[in-house]
């Protein structure tokens, strides 16, 4: 591999990092604000608020400009975002400006691939990209429960201030947020230094009214293949109940296990290995033709997600987990690849994946939206965990009876 392909996976790492350790340093100070629980959810909505508006419009934005320069500008925009939290913007709207960033964001890192590398070399590369996400995920995770551990936090705030410079960082979640920009600083730097290449896709249009008929043309054309349907409507499903399941571990790890939130944090990132462990069988044993026979672990996750309701013993939680995260790797790899390659035959690669992020996001923020309903009414935490629970089984379930039969014909 070329040097610039790891100059690329290191600003991706750092940034992806920096995304995953913010969202507890940011659930932290709503807490410190005293904000209601339910804040936490639409805090996750304000994220990916931009991923849905922006989503028939981003990849026109990072086709028109060298994306190592798209990459700059975005990570600059979350950087923007996490200085508005420190000065006292509302976490909700300073968030939000963080997940703007992250929309302009996603298309260039994925793009710039294509452009840098030779056709032989992307499947390698994309397995590098996917790896260190997942490895991000977890890191942020236990970054930012580090972070936010009163251990760690006190003394570092004790020796933070210079003197006679009042810093104005005197809290655990605002430390924490003042190294996450670091880090985004540091990805940055990476930024800068990512090879410049030619721009190889010429933009039909940067109207808007052209783009989103554009979009609106994909969009109908993915949802109305039976192939196309199935693996959208699973993958749309999972990132749904997946980003909800992170908010739910934390709540139930407070009651079940006695957690603090710096070690619920922590908790989280076994869900992610556990992902990995299923991405890597799934990759191992799970051919493209016979992917839609996956769909049965869908539904036995939402069973084994209600197994959470007696657990009360950390070390058979953090089994579960892995569980958990192992069956969702498994089933969501397949039908991703299924969608990928559907897509590619129907629009288009790019465009695929445009309507793909639409349709993923939009179902984070329902399902986080149905989440901040519950939590504004008290309702109990495992009163929560089977209603997603059985949810999933229910909605897995009617997709297998509908589209189990779709691959007897052979033809993918």
Known sequence: MKVGFYIILAAQFLSALADNALLFAAIALLKDLNSPAWHTPVLQQAFIFSYIILAPFVGAFADSLPKGKVMFVSNNIKILGCLAMLF???????????????AAYSPAKYGILTEYLPPNKLVLANSWMEGLTVLAIVLGAIVGGVLLSPAIATPILSSWDVPFIDTHIDTAPELGISIIVLIYFIAAIFNLYIPRVAIDHKVLSRNPAFLLRSFWHDFKLLWKDPLGQVSLA?????????????????????????????????????????????????????????????????????????????????????????????????????????????????????????????????????MLALYALMEKVHMNIYLIITVFGLMLSGIMTALYRRHGHDQDTGKI
């Open 88 to 102: 006292g913007v509302n976490p909700l709207a300073a968030y939000g400006l963080v997940g703007l960033g992250a």
């Open 234 to 366: 699973v993958t749309t499903l999972f990132w749904g109940t997946g980003a909800t399941l992170r908010l739910i571990v934390l709540g139930w790890a407070a009651v079940a296990l006695n957690y603090d939130f710096s070690s619920a944090a922590k908790l989280t990132a076994w869900v992610a290995i556990g992902i990995a462990i299923g991405s890597i069988l799934a990759a191992k044993f799970v051919k493209l033709e016979h992917s839609v026979k996956v769909l049965p672990i869908g539904i036995a996750m939402g069973v084994v997600v209600l197994m959470m309701i007696p657990i009360t013993n950390s070390t058979l939680a953090i089994i579960l987990l892995i569980v958990i995260g192992a069956m969702g790797g498994y089933f969501v790899v397949p039908m991703n690849a299924l969608l990928q390659h559907r897509g590619h035959l129907l629009m288009g690669a790019g465009s695929s994946i445009a309507v793909q992020n639409f349709n993923e996001n939009l179902s984070i923020f329902a």
